[in-house]
């Protein structure tokens, strides 16, 4: 079975630009979870997403938003970038959210470079 | 908020020695504690979890302990070797809303 899968791998954009950024979950997990990860502030919640809706927010401003398709698809926009959002995002799958025994299972993550 | 506190950031020991790890929560609804593991470079993966209604649980290096009433919960491993090297997370989840909170994490470095 494959595992999460974020592309592209790697992102340079400069400030002002918008970027999105695509994660396939795993076969059958319905549940997509976003995270920002940086050295200084570990594993930050972005949002959660289940059956095309959005579940939880972490405390992102609207600059960052996400959506899932139908076929648990999920992608996240980040508009008029900053230098602060270079960072490693991280998609995690579920088979349902919140649920003791359906652990997060994490993809390779996008680097992004704000220039 | 949810908020999870973890300490130390940093964690140094010899080949053998044990290492712990601690972590706090903030929210009494939190239900599941997962952790995991981030080698350099790599994807964070689950190496052990303990659900609110167990007081410790186990897997062969790998042990993991909650006090519910103080609202922490540690990791302990034991017997370390240089693989254990890497980045360690814990979480909890909210049993209100699912939503799943990480700590800072601790570099744990075991030197050979």
């Known amino acids: 079975k494959a595992g999460v899968t974020q592309t592209p791998r790697y992102l340079i954009k400069t400030r002002g630009q918008q970027v999105t950024l695509s994660c396939s979950p795993i076969s059958g997990h319905r549940s997509v979870s976003w995270y920002q990860q940086t050295p200084g502030q570990g594993l930050q919640f972005l949002f959660e997403y289940f059956s095309e809706t959005q579940r939880n927010k972490g405390n992102f401003p609207g600059r960052f938003s996400g959506r899932q398709f139908s076929n648990s698809r999920s992608e996240m926009n980040v508009s008029t970038l900053e230098l602060g959002d270079s960072a490693l995002y991280l998609c995690a799958s579920s088979l349902v959210p919140g649920d003791n025994n359906s652990p997060l299972h994490f993809g390779n993550g996008t680097r992004l470079t704000v220039t | 908020g949810e908020n999870v506190e973890q300490h130390p950031s940093t964690l140094s020991v010899q080949e053998g020695d044990s290492a712990v790890i601690k972590c706090t929560y903030s929210?009494?609804?939190?239900?599941?504690f997962p952790w995991y593991k981030q080698e350099l470079g790599k994807r964070p993966q689950l190496i052990i979890d303990?659900?609110?209604?167990?007081g410790e649980k186990k897997d062969q290096r790998i042990a993991v302990t909650l006090n519910k009433t103080a609202k922490h919960f540690s990791l302990h491993i034991t017997e370390t070797q240089p693989e254990d090297s890497a980045v360690y997370f814990c979480a909890a989840v909210s049993g209100n809303t699912g939503k799943l909170i990480f700590g800072q994490g601790t570099t744990l470095q075991v030197k050979p």
């Open positions: 929210d009494s609804a939190s239900n599941y």
């Open positions: 303990i659900r609110s209604n167990v």
